[in-house]
């Protein structure tokens, strides 16, 4: 074999390993199965109070990461219906799930987006703020089926982009915190 087949066939083991290891890492790595110990009772913004209170709910599953904190993802069922809930808690109009890996099957993100879009599913505000700039978003299906996320709230949106935060924020937290 030439050196240049060689040189080539060492470019392409590297580029396959190096893609192998990117996939592995952004799919299976950095996310851990938690339970609701590790992440406390599924909780909606309530109107009245306008706090967190937890709802009922079994068979929750979810997945976390300490790498970022949009990586949250849940899925549970709930025997409370979406008019009960409507009343009762904080309803949000600008949800948008974030897409999970695969192996999490119970969380089909595009499903629920279009159950969003079409006012099949219904979105409330779980917690605000879980940490800074980030919101905890629950949707919850007719049929019972609930699933929740992170994702970046108006505060974040700016602070994340290095300006200041806008009025009604909580304090930006220090570097490090």
């Not at 050196?3 to 060492?10: D, K, N, Q």
């Not at 008019?83 to 808690?89: F, G, I, K, P, R």
Request: proline content about 7%; overall charge negative.
């Amino acid at each position: 074999m030439t050196p240049i087949r060689i040189a080539i066939l060492g470019l392409f083991a590297t580029a396959f390993i190096a893609g192998f290891a990117i996939y592995y890492l952004q799919v299976y790595a950095y996310y851990d199965e938690v339970t609701v110990e590790d992440v406390g009772e599924v909780q909606l913004t309530s109107v009245e109070f306008g706090a967190p209170a937890p709802i009922l709910f079994e068979n929750f599953k979810a997945i976390d990461s300490n790498s970022s904190p949009i990586r949250f993802r849940s899925c549970f069922e709930t025997p409370l219906s979406q008019d009960m809930l409507q009343e009762t808690y904080e309803v949000l109009e600008d949800a948008a799930p974030l897409v999970a890996p695969s192996w999490f099957d119970c969380f089909d993100a595009r499903e629920i987006g279009e159950a969003l879009e079409s006012g099949e599913a219904i979105a409330f505000m779980g917690v605000e703020n879980i940490t800074f700039g980030i919101d905890r978003v629950v949707a919850i299906m007719p049929d019972g089926r609930g699933f929740s996320w992170h994702q970046i709230n108006i505060c974040g949106e700016n602070v994340f982009d290095g300006n200041p935060a806008p009025e009604g924020c909580p304090p930006v937290p220090e570097r490090g915190e």
